[in-house]
């Protein structure tokens, strides 16, 4: 077992929730990030971007307030390039079928007791899970 | 105005929130995925952390007849559990646990200014337009 981050995770995770009920008090709209970013990025065009564009830079913005006042960013990343670039089609292709990712099904999704959110969560983290398998234990 | 106003500063609560779980770490994510190994709780007390406070908030949200800054909640529209979205999800897996990033964390992570979390944002933006020419209205 590795070690895990009990504080900042709890903390991060009520600090998630917190932002994602806001969003869906305020604003009516679901704190699902693939989801706000699709609406940028699409063959067709979407007439509300300006609120999807105010939440990606909102996001970039949050780690940058967590770099000036707390320090630098924990990223470790084991991938290469040609791997990142095959990682990043397959996310960006996948959450745009499956209509979500992590926040939009996992946080969200399964608080609206969605039953298309758990059905995609357990398959995303399986597959997830196995991928890993798949690389550390079976390849390596 | 207020609308686009509120929107950044919840993206950046959430934004400092990945930051603080540390769910930006590609490596705390692989190793939550990594069940066969070292095996890393964070990201589930992450989700534990975030759905104690959205699984009680979301229904009682829910009952309002609008929220506060739009005229109507712009809710998921979709039921079925289709081979769309199953199909979905299981790439969307594979491409996370081969780079341990998800969306969210992606994009707060350009704040890093790190050319690799650059490289998988564009193309994960790629990604999804590709996905996007394949949608039906």
Known sequence: MADPNIVGGFIGGALIGVSACLLLLLNGRIAGVSGILGGLVSSRVYADWRWRLAFIVGLVSGAGVYEFFIGPLPLEIAANAPTLVLAGLLVGIGTRLGSGCTSGHGVCGLARRSPRSLAATMIFMACGA??????RHIFI | MSHLLSSFCIAALFGFGLSISEMINPARVLGFLDVGGEWDATLLLVMIGALSVTVPLFPMILRRAAPVLEDQFALPVKSKIDARLLLGAA?????WGLGGFC?????????SASPNVFLFVAAMLAGQWLASRVERP
């Open chain 2, 91 to 95: 790439i969307f897996g594979i491409g």
């Open chain 2, 103 to 111: 969306p969210g964390p992606a994009l707060a992570g350009l704040a």
């Open chain 1, 130 to 135: 196995a991928t890993v398998y798949l690389i």
